[in-house]
C-alpha cells in the first residue's frame, strides 16, 4: 500500500520529533548545526586504554661497572694524602709593634686552632720561618661511626673502620709561614684566645662553652741590643 505525499511529510516530521526529544533540552539536535560552531556529530566511544599512574613502569636502576670507577686505592689514606688539594686557606695573621719603653721592635703572629687537633708551633731556618704542626687527636674508626649505627655490617660504618684500621697515629700536617723579618727562637709572650661557642648538649639543649679558637705568639726581632726593659704589654 503506497502513503500519498501528505502521509510521507507527516511521518519524517514524527521521526523528527522524536530525535529532538532524544537530544535533550540543552543540546542541539543530533546531526544538525550549531548556531555558533559546527555541526555535532556523536563519536563512538573507546574504552581507555592508558595505565594507571601506580602500574606505570619504573625505569631499571643500573650500577656502574667496576671498571668505570674509580680505583679503591683512591679511597685509601694514602690515596687521599696523594691527591691534589686546591686551597687558599689562611690560618696565621702577622703583625709588627715597637715596646716605647724598650725600643725594641716585636713581631706578634695569630694562629688559628683545629678543636680535634693537636697543635704546635716552632722557628726554623734561622729564625725567618715558623713551623705549626698539626696532628689529628682521633685516628680511631669509633670517633666518626654513627652513634646510632655503630654495627659493622652497617655499610657507613663499615667504610670508617676499612678506611683507619692501618692509621698508627704518627700523621702530621705542616703549615709553613715565611716571617718578614727574623726572629729569635724562643717567644717572648705566648696565649691562648677563647671564645664562646654554642652547642647542643646531649638533651638538645643549647649551651654555651668556652674554647680555645686561637693563639697568639710574640717574637723579638733578632739582631738588637739585649739587655732593655720590656715593657708591661
Same mark, same amino acid.
Given at each position: 500500500?503506497r502513503?500519498g505525499l501528505g502521509a510521507t511529510v ?17 543540546y542541539?539536535?543530533?546531526?544538525? !548545526?550549531h /548556531? *555558533?560552531?559546527p555541526?555535532?556529530? =556523536?563519536k ?7 595505565q594507571?599512574h +601506580?602500574a ?5 636502576l !643500573?650500577? /656502574? *661497572?667496576e671498571?668505570?670507577?674509580s =680505583? ?5 689514606k694514602?690515596g687521599?694524602?696523594? +691527591?691534589q688539594?686546591d686551597s687558599?686557606?689562611?690560618l696565621h ?7 716605647r719603653q724598650?725600643?725594641q721592635?716585636?713581631i706578634?703572629?695569630y ?13 726554623i ?11 689529628p ?6 670517633a666518626?661511626?654513627d ?6 655490617t652497617?655499610?657507613?660504618t ?6 683507619f684500621?692501618t ?7 705542616r ?15 705566648s696565649?691562648f ?5 654554642s652547642v647542643d648538649?646531649?638533651?638538645?639543649k ?10 697568639v705568639?710574640?717574637?723579638a726581632?733578632?739582631?738588637?741590643q ?5 715593657g708591661?704589654?
Amino acid at each position: 500500500m503506497r502513503l500519498g505525499l501528505g502521509a510521507t511529510v507527516q511521518k519524517l516530521n514524527a521521526e523528527e520529533e522524536r530525535e529532538n526529544a532524544l537530544s535533550g533540552p540543552d543540546y542541539p539536535p543530533i546531526g544538525s !548545526v550549531h /548556531p *555558533s560552531g559546527p555541526r555535532i556529530t =556523536p563519536k563512538p566511544f573507546k574504552p581507555s586504554t592508558s595505565q594507571p599512574h +601506580s602500574a606505570a613502569k619504573r625505569a631499571k636502576l !643500573v650500577s /656502574p *661497572s667496576e671498571s668505570s670507577l674509580s =680505583p679503591a686505592s683512591n679511597y685509601t689514606k694514602d690515596g687521599v694524602r696523594a +691527591s691534589q688539594v686546591d686551597s687558599n686557606l689562611q690560618l696565621h695573621e702577622i703583625m709588627r709593634f715597637e715596646d716605647r719603653q724598650s725600643g725594641q721592635h716585636y713581631i706578634q703572629v695569630y694562629i688559628r686552632l683545629f678543636t680535634d687537633m693537636n697543635c704546635s708551633c716552632k722557628i726554623i731556618s734561622d729564625g725567618c720561618q715558623l713551623l705549626y704542626m698539626i696532628r689529628p687527636k682521633y685516628v680511631d674508626a669509633g670517633a666518626y661511626v654513627d652513634p646510632e649505627h655503630p654495627e659493622i655490617t652497617y655499610q657507613p660504618t663499615a667504610a670508617f673502620v676499612n678506611y683507619f684500621h692501618t692509621d698508627t697515629g704518627a700523621e702530621q700536617f705542616r703549615y709553613l709561614i715565611n716571617l718578614p723579618d727574623a726572629v729569635d727562637y724562643n717567644p717572648v709572650k705566648s696565649r691562648f684566645v677563647y671564645r664562646l661557642i654554642s652547642v647542643d648538649d646531649v638533651n638538645g639543649k643549647e649551651v654555651e662553652i668556652e674554647q680555645k679558637v686561637g693563639r697568639v705568639l710574640v717574637y723579638a726581632i733578632s739582631g738588637q741590643q739585649d739587655g732593655c726593659m720590656m715593657g708591661d704589654w
